[in-house]
């Protein structure tokens, strides 16, 4: 079983960055695709985007095509998420998971949800 702690979150100016780390623990995490997830307030948790275990292969959302890079240090147990260009839209608590592609492209978290870390963006 992988544990999970998202950090690297806080209060940033629109256009601003930020850089999320995903520290696992568990001798498995090498072997896991790895996904970041966020959820606003009152939404429903979505997919940002998402890593292959060799860190070569990954798939981002739409809305933040561009903007977020994905990327892992397996040496580290360590998935991170470079976040540019911040927009208010971005703001959420973004989590991450060990993740599988479902019928219709569809990334889905398998494991157990964390508390997440808060990203906040203004205007």
């Known amino acids: 079983q992988v544990q999970l702690v998202e950090s690297g979150g806080g209060l940033v100016q629109a256009g601003g960055s930020l850089r999320l780390s995903c520290a696992a623990s568990?001798?498995?995490?090498?072997?896991?695709?790895m996904g970041w997830f966020r959820q606003a307030p009152g939404k429903e948790r979505e997919f940002v985007a998402a890593?292959?275990?060799?860190?070569?292969?990954?798939y981002y959302t739409d809305s933040v095509k561009g903007r977020f890079t994905i990327s892992r240090d397996n040496a580290k147990n360590t998935v991170y998420l470079q976040m540019n260009s911040l927009k208010p839209e971005d703001t959420a608590v973004y989590y991450c998971?060990?993740?599988?592609?479902?019928?219709?492209?569809?990334?889905?978290?398998?494991?157990?949800w964390g508390q997440g870390t808060q990203v906040t963006v203004s205007s």
């Open positions: 998971n060990t993740v599988e592609v479902h019928p219709g492209s569809r990334v889905v978290g398998t494991g157990s």
């Open positions: 568990g001798r498995t995490f090498s072997s896991d695709a």
């Open positions: 890593i292959n275990t060799s860190g070569r292969i990954t």
